[in-house]
């Protein structure tokens, strides 16, 4: 077996202890114990200083890990959950609803006329607005309800165990207080209206999209009525 030089000189070092008298081979035993113990306690150092450095960078890791996560699925404008999110929260209720043959209900809102805010208003002001409006509906919903930013300025209400006529009723409550909602923005005061529409589970087995679907098409009903409503089920 072929040894390492480091090896190799404390094997000779050992046989020159060896080779002493037993007094000075005290003597000499003792020194080389001191010098090992001193490299010992100098690495120990070194490994508590790596150790706390690593500790350090798991921790940040864990808190970046965190904030990429949330930002994952928050809408970065209004805080609310975001389509990705949102998509996931549906197929997870369209699963439960199946299971336990329970209903499950959608509501999707418009801004109406966002466009012409933005116009008059300025985009600052737009997003203000849209701030202001997620806040509002988010104070109003139940405990179990999720609403995210399905896109530009629609929300989508997760309304989970709830039959339509019950989801109506949060359609409009929430219709009913941004209706009266005015908003402080950069550009001045804004009010605007929301149109929306409900879409029931019906036990369907393409999954939730013809839920929203049907939502969707309450909501453009509501639209061509003028506005300013949530229209009946369907």
Request: aromatic share 6%; net charge negative.
């Amino acid at each position: 077996m072929n040894d390492n030089p480091p090896l190799l000189r404390a094997r000779e070092r050992l046989d020159e202890l060896r080779a002493l008298p037993a007094e000075e081979r005290r003597s000499a035993a003792l020194g080389e114990l001191e010098c090992v113990l001193e490299a010992y306690l100098k690495q120990a150092e070194q490994f508590e200083k790596v150790m706390a450095i690593s500790d350090q960078y798991q921790a940040s890791l864990r808190e970046a890990t965190t904030r990429l996560e949330r930002m994952a699925r928050v809408d970065s404008l209004t805080g609310l959950a975001n389509r990705r999110d949102m998509v996931e929260h549906l197929d997870v209720e369209l699963v439960r609803a199946r299971r336990q043959q329970r209903p499950f209900s959608v509501i999707l809102f418009d801004i109406d006329d966002f466009k012409k805010v933005n116009d008059h208003f300025g985009h600052q002001s737009g997003d203000q607005t849209l701030v202001a409006v997620a806040a509002l509906v988010k104070t109003l919903l139940r405990r179990t309800d999720l609403c995210a930013r399905w896109g530009g300025e629609e929300f989508l209400i997760l309304c989970p165990e709830t039959a339509g006529e019950e989801a109506l009723v949060v359609a409009e409550k929430c219709r009913a207080e941004v209706a009266a909602l005015v908003v402080s923005s950069t550009g001045g005061p804004i009010s605007v209206t929301l149109s929306g529409g409900v879409g029931v589970f019906r036990n369907e087995s393409a999954g939730w999209e013809p839920v929203v679907a049907r939502a969707d098409a309450g909501l453009y009903r509501a639209k061509v009525a003028g506005k300013n409503r949530i229209a009946g089920l369907e």
